[in-house]
Every structure is written in structure tokens, then in C-alpha cells.
């Protein structure tokens, strides 16, 4: 019986990926593929003849890392809730299959174009590749230079992209940069609480993530002084790494933090409370 819908149907494939009520939810929170999905989902196609559909149609073939990624994403949401007994948030893992699928995009497109060395060495392949039990807390901050108002945005997944909790910070600051420090601190000061010894601390600004690894010469960051307090204060951890990932890769914090600006809000969410904001992803 099919433990995601609970609606007494057979666990099939096809239940699984195309009819099962979360799956459907899944997929309609994806507005690049709801559209050409759609007839699949009322379908009694075969996994097997869905699968050659979307890899040998022509004009499908641009969606078919997004459609494939976001199977698989279905399948592990699956097994975390089965397993593990983890709620299930379509919009919130929708949201990971896109980043999945944007980085899967962009490896291929690096693979046609250089040798594969380059590739394994692609910065894009990290997501898929880090540890089993990591927490990856991704952190962005928003700044508006005609009020000075700034927003802090702090989201933890699990290795698979399950959510993992939140925190929003609203403010003010008197630069971009000064709102970067307190996103920065506030980020530190977050993992302390969280007593979390396996952390990668994700960011889309490259001269932090640069210092915070030790490469100081490359940085043209005054703020120096912060990102030395933060390195003090996660000192302890047993394992902390720091990694840059391109804006799109972060998408989620920046939401996180632009909402947090915009609606003048400050909070902390854990696992089993879903933050509002999250109807934005
Ligand atoms: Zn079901």
C-alpha cells in the first residue's frame, strides 16, 4: 500500500511517480514541467514507456533532466517519510529538484564542452555529493540602499534536501556589505545553537567563503573583523566546510532572506513547522 497518499492504492511505479496524490502535488509546484506533465499524470502509460517518451521525444528532451531529477527527488521523498518517518513538503523538495536539475543542466553542458577531468572537478556536482549525514545551511542576506532595511536568510537540508529548519533575521544596515556581516554572524551563531558536528555553510559570495577557507589574500572585504569572530565562534565543530556555490545554487536562502526584508519578519522554524515563506519556492 502506498504510504505517501494513503489512500489504499497499490505502491506501483507509475502510483509512485505519476498518480500518487503527493507526487501530483510535487510536480504541480514545478510551473517548468506542470504543463507538459500533466497528460502524463492522467495517463495509464508505463514507467518504462514514460521513461522512452521523454528521452527519445524530440521537443521533450531539454525537459528530461528536470522531469528525471524530479522522479528521483519523489522516490527519496518517498523513502524519508517510509523509513524515517519525515513529513513530506512538496513545495520545499519541488525547489531541490530544480537546483538538482539546473546543476545537472549546467555538467552537461560543461561535459559537451571540455574534457571530463574538468567536469569531476566541477563545483556544480557538489550538492549530489556530500556526505550522508551533513547539514547543509545555506545563507544569504538583503539589502534595499533607499530604506536601509535588510534581511538575514538561513535554511538547513539534509544531504537529500529535505528541510531541515530556518531563520529569518530583519533589520537594518548601512551597506550591502554591513548587511552581509550580519548574515554572516547570524549563521555562525545559528549552527552553535544547533549542536550539529557535520556542516557545509553555503553561500553565493565568493571573498567570504575565500577567507573563511583560509585564502586570505583574495579577499577585498573590509570586514574582516566579522568573519574572524565567526571563524572563533565555530571553532569547535568537528567538521565545518565552507563552500561558495553560484547565486542560482542558493536560490533558497535568498528567498529566505528577501522575504524576511520585505515583510519585516524575524523568526526560527524547525523541521515539523513549515515557515510561510516557503509558499514562495
Ligand atoms: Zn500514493
Known amino acids: 500500500m502506498c ?38 499524470l492522467n495517463s495509464d502509460i508505463s514507467i518504462k514507456d514514460w521513461i522512452s517518451k521523454w528521452i527519445f521525444t524530440k521537443n521533450l528532451l531539454d525537459k528530461s533532466a528536470i522531469v528525471f531529477t524530479t522522479a528521483w527527488c519523489i ?8 523509513f524515517d518517518n519525515k513529513p513530506l513538503n512538496p513545495r520545499l523538495t519541488a525547489n531541490t529538484a530544480h537546483s538538482f536539475a539546473d546543476e ?28 550522508q549525514n551533513s547539514l547543509l545551511v ?23 534536501g529535505s528541510f531541515k529548519g530556518c531563520k529569518l533575521v530583519s533589520g537594518a544596515a548601512a551597506s550591502p556589505e554591513g ?58 565543530i568537528h567538521s565545518i566546510r565552507y563552500k561558495h556555490l553560484k ?5 533558497i536562502a535568498d528567498l529566505a532572506a528577501k522575504h524576511s526584508r520585505i515583510e519585516k519578519v524575524t523568526g526560527e522554524w524547525d523541521e515539523s513547522i513549515f515557515p ?6
Open 247 to 251: 547565486r542560482n545554487l542558493n536560490s
Open 104 to 131: 545537472t543542466d549546467s555538467s552537461l553542458v560543461t561535459a559537451v564542452i571540455s574534457n571530463p577531468q574538468t567536469v569531476a572537478v566541477n563545483e556544480d556536482n557538489f550538492l549530489n555529493n556530500t556526505p
Open 138 to 160: 545555506f545563507y544569504d542576506a538583503s539589502f534595499d540602499k533607499d530604506t536601509n532595511n535588510s534581511g538575514v536568510g538561513i535554511v538547513a537540508t539534509n544531504h537529500a
Open 276 to 281: 510561510t515563506f516557503s509558499k514562495m519556492m
Open 179 to 236: 548587511a552581509e556581516s550580519l548574515a554572516i554572524l547570524e549563521a555562525a551563531k545559528w549552527i552553535l545553537s544547533k549542536n550539529h558536528q557535520n556542516i557545509f555553510l553555503i553561500s553565493d559570495a565568493k571573498n567570504v567563503m575565500a577567507y573563511l577557507n583560509n585564502n586570505k589574500e583574495r579577499t577585498s572585504w573590509s570586514s574582516c573583523s566579522v568573519l574572524d569572530d565567526c571563524l572563533f565562534l565555530l571553532k569547535d
Open 3 to 40: 504510504k505517501s497518499c494513503n489512500s489504499g492504492a497499490i505502491e506501483t511505479p507509475e502510483h509512485m511517480i505519476l498518480h500518487c496524490n503527493f507526487a501530483k502535488n510535487f510536480w504541480s509546484n514545478l510551473p517548468v514541467v506542470s504543463h507538459v506533465i500533466a497528460q502524463d
Open 75 to 82: 522516490w527519496k521523498h518517498r523513502c524519508s517519510k517510509v
